[in-house]
């Protein structure tokens, strides 16, 4: 079994300060939605039918690729199929290459970053901009997105304005968010109006019309999509949706449920290339239907990338997004992460309180714990490790109560007498305070009072 969570997230936890500041400012996000939410009095109703229109879809998701295939089509795009990473960056690669473009502006995408498109692209000297503002900063970082909505997160405003002065030649000492959203604009008007090509996600891709609707708070993804002359839109292929209707749920849910908004503040419909222009759709599996033919797993497919789970999950605002070592992080990205690859990310589904906070607030009522259970369960089933033989041993006591009497007595008092070294040694003890165990056990103490 990998340890990767546990030992990234000690590193994240070494600065007390930003990790403290990371928790108090997702904390804030969540207050935010819920205060959005209540202000929406069938919301649980919106809920349940943003769940059931993905269930329908993904239920029938064959039938609404081809529709959204063929809509598309007659709408002028083109339409490219991907099996994996690989496919789906060598059919970006071969649209650019065919058209001599070297200079491309992104948007927001998640699905690129699950693919390496950026290295992909940079390797083969393709100049590849992302236009999101936390995505620029993590760019010239050369890190990846921690958060799937707030890709910047985990920095502050200092080291940004840092970055800026460093790498884009802003005033030393920047720290005023709207100076160096200025700064950024400025340098990313040049690389709009310079771009030969858009590259972007999609949040829904519209079976009926063969539209795609694309959300942002920035307007980067217009202008990336307006501006050159051709378009790419790279989506994984859960993204349907049957009906164009259907977006009337989903888009009051997903902003209210990111970032506590009523609606993101630019909702884009893409029907077709704008005039004289391309629009090239790729629609990637990337291990998407086998997840589909898992019945214990495949609700995850039904994710509408909110990031709510992100920001109320006490173990994700406490470890940080690069802890997870996957393109999605917290629990959606647990479950998705150990989904694909188990052997790579088994100590994700570990990562998890089980407080079921990340169910609660999920717009499209996902059971991320249970599906982290499941997966708990199936790693388990096939390892052999310290704690699984510790569980066994937990098991054979406990069904012997004599046996596990005289261990618990025995094991109180060596607990006692190991020195403070020894307990700041164990994995449980290096954050905690060691317990102070009573003289006497409960049983003890109950059979002392007669009873
Ligand atoms: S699992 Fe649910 S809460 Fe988490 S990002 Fe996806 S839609 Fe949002």
Redesign the pocket.
């Known amino acids: 079994m990998s340890g990767g969570h546990p030992e990234a997230a000690e590193r994240f936890l070494r600065d007390e300060a930003r990790a403290a500041w990371h928790d108090e400012t997702l904390w804030h996000v969540r207050v935010r939605r819920d205060a959005a939410a209540a202000a929406v009095p069938e919301w649980e109703i919106l809920r349940e039918q943003a769940a059931a229109i993905r269930r329908h879809t993904l239920a029938h998701l064959g039938d609404y690729l081809e529709e959204f295939e063929r809509n598309a089509l007659r709408l002028g795009a083109r339409v490219h199929w991907a099996r994996d990473a690989a496919e789906h960056n060598a059919i970006v690669e071969r649209i650019l290459r065919e058209r001599g473009v070297r200079r491309v502006v992104k948007s927001k995408s998640m699905l690129t970053e699950e693919c390496g498109l950026n290295a992909h692209l940079e390797a083969r000297g393709v100049e590849v901009i992302d236009t999101d503002l936390g995505e620029r900063i993590v760019q010239l970082r050369r890190e990846s997105p921690s958060h799937?909505v707030l890709p910047a997160v985990h920095l502050r405003r200092e080291e940004i304005g840092a970055l800026f002065h460093e790498r884009l030649g802003s005033e030393p000492g920047l720290e005023d968010p709207a100076q160096l959203a200025e700064v950024a604009r400025r340098s990313l008007r040049a690389a709009f109006l310079n771009a030969q090509a858009g590259i972007t996600g999609a949040n829904f891709a519209l079976a009926e019309s063969g539209g795609l609707v694309v959300c942002t708070n920035e307007g980067n993804a217009d202008l990336g999509m307006a501006l050159p002359p051709l378009h790419v839109a790279c989506l994984g292929i859960e993204k349907l949706l049957p009906r164009d209707a259907d977006l009337a749920v989903f888009l009051r849910l997903l902003a209210r449920?990111a970032t506590g908004q009523a609606i993101t503040a630019y909702t884009s419909h893409v029907h077709g290339p704008r005039p004289g222009g391309e629009l090239h759709v790729v629609l990637v599996d990337n291990g998407r239907s086998a997840l589909l033919a898992d019945p214990e797993l495949r609700g995850a497919l039904a994710?509408?990338?909110?990031?709510?789970?992100l920001n109320t999950c006490p173990v994700y605002r406490r470890s940080g997004g690069h802890s997870y070592g996957t393109s999605v992080a917290g629990?959606?990205g647990s479950v998705l992460g150990a989904a694909r690859e188990p052997s790579r990310h088994a100590s994700l589904p570990f990562a998890c309180s089980l407080c079921g906070s990340?169910r609660e607030?999920?717009?499209?009522r996902?059971d991320?714990p249970l599906q982290l259970v499941t997966l708990r369960g199936r790693l388990r089933g096939a390892e052999r490790t310290p704690r699984r033989l510790a569980l066994r041993l937990a098991a054979a006591l406990l069904a012997r109560p004599v046996l596990y009497e005289t261990a618990a007595s025995w094991g109180r008092r060596a607990l006692a007498r190991l020195p403070e070294t020894w307990w700041r040694r164990t994995a449980w003890g290096r954050g905690r305070a060691r317990p102070l165990l009573p003289r006497r056990s409960f049983r003890e103490a109950w059979r002392s009072r007669g009873r």
Do not use: E, H
């Open positions: 799937i449920s994710c509408i990338r909110c990031g709510a789970c629990p959606i990340c607030v999920c717009p499209v996902i991320l």
